[in-house]
């Protein structure tokens, strides 16, 4: 910070004259420094909220801008938060820039991830018997991919019939007879899920 001494000089018309100092505080033009910011990892087709943080120095306030987002994010400047669902994949180079009041910026470049949105697919499953009034155990095939964990429902079960979801066993004494289509369904942990057919005949107790 520069503070020159000036001297102010009054002069008459015969050479009279009286003067002043006084002093001119030269402040520095400061520049703004981008923090540090991490990796983020997001999912596909799933909402993404990550607040990042401020930046340090410069003149004045300083206003914040992200680009080079995901397709789905967007970035809101007053809070500095990068917010949305995204809808493709991969990873997206992202240039945070941070700029004082009187135009002067800094930046840094991070990355955000987004991992694909992973469907299960439910499992082939045969035809099965059963015998009116007879008790009837059988335990039906693990779905496959998704992600995390997988969860599993029957539905359109013979009457007598139910379905252990934690087991994936249909058991019971069945009442009726004659065919039912049931319907298989696996779902995964952020609720996407596959479904097959098959059918449960159910003989008569002759």
């Known amino acids: 910070m520069e503070t020159p001494t000036v001297t102010y000089t009054v002069r008459d018309s015969d050479g009279d004259s009286d003067s002043v100092e006084f002093t001119i ?9 981008a923090p540090s910011v991490p990796g983020y990892s997001a999912k596909q087709n799933s909402p993404f909220s990550q607040q990042l943080p401020v930046g340090s120095g410069g003149d004045g306030t300083l206003t914040y ?19 949305g ?8 180079t992202v240039r945070y820039t941070v700029t004082d009041s009187d ?17 299960p697919s439910a499992p082939n499953v045969p035809a099965y018997s059963a015998k009116q009034n007879s008790q009837f155990t059988q335990q ?9 964990t997988l969860s599993y429902a029957a539905t359109g079960l013979p009457v007598g019939l ?3 979801t934690t087991t994936r066993t249909i058991t019971g004494t069945p009442t009726g007879t004659g065919p039912s289509a049931v319907r298989y369904t696996v779902t995964d942990s952020d609720g996407d899920s596959d479904s097959v ?3 449960i005949t159910v003989a008569e107790d002759l």
């Open 197 to 199: 057919d098959f059918n």
């Open 25 to 33: 505080t030269v402040n520095p033009d400061l520049t703004p420094s």
């Open 65 to 83: 801008i992200a680009t080079g987002l995901p397709e789905g994010l967007s970035f809101i400047t007053s809070t500095r938060t990068i917010a």
């Open 140 to 148: 039906l095939p693990e779905g496959t991919g998704g992600d995390g």
């Open 85 to 92: 669902t995204p809808t493709g994949t991969g990873p997206a």
């Open 162 to 164: 139910s379905f252990i």
């Open 103 to 119: 135009g002067d910026s800094d930046y840094v470049d991070f990355t955000i991830t987004v991992a694909p949105d992973l469907t």
